[in-house]
């Protein structure tokens, strides 16, 4: 019988859990050391996800980019489709800290939101900025 090997990321003991399956269906897991590995691991099976952390442009701000994430996990097969749709993105600030950028990024019902705020800086005080660096 086929098997896949993961390793658990629940916790920072990081078992090495196999997963016996047949088709799409598990058959048995072994390896985990709690509860909470094996249902990971059942995830991460059939359904595997991961939280989005990357930048988006901004302007007028103090810096040319802020730190924006998924809310929650996007299926591991859409991740190429989110990064494309977000680098398409360039916000104006000010901007607050959970601002929504994207609402349902790639058909996923899962919103991008913004990871911090910034305020909106004069182009005269970028460039007094530049000149004190
Ligand atoms: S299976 Fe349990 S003990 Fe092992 S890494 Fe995952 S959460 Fe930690």
Redesign the pocket.
Known sequence: MPTEEYT????????T?EVEFEGDEIKDISG???????E?VKNEFHDPRRILTTTVKIKNAKYPRIPVRTETGVPKDELDCCLDKINEVELEAPVEVGEVVIEDICGTDIPVLTSRSLERVSEDAKEKSKVQL
């Open positions: 658990c990321v629940a916790c920072p003991k990081g078992c859990v985990y050391g709690c509860a909470k590995g094996k990971y």
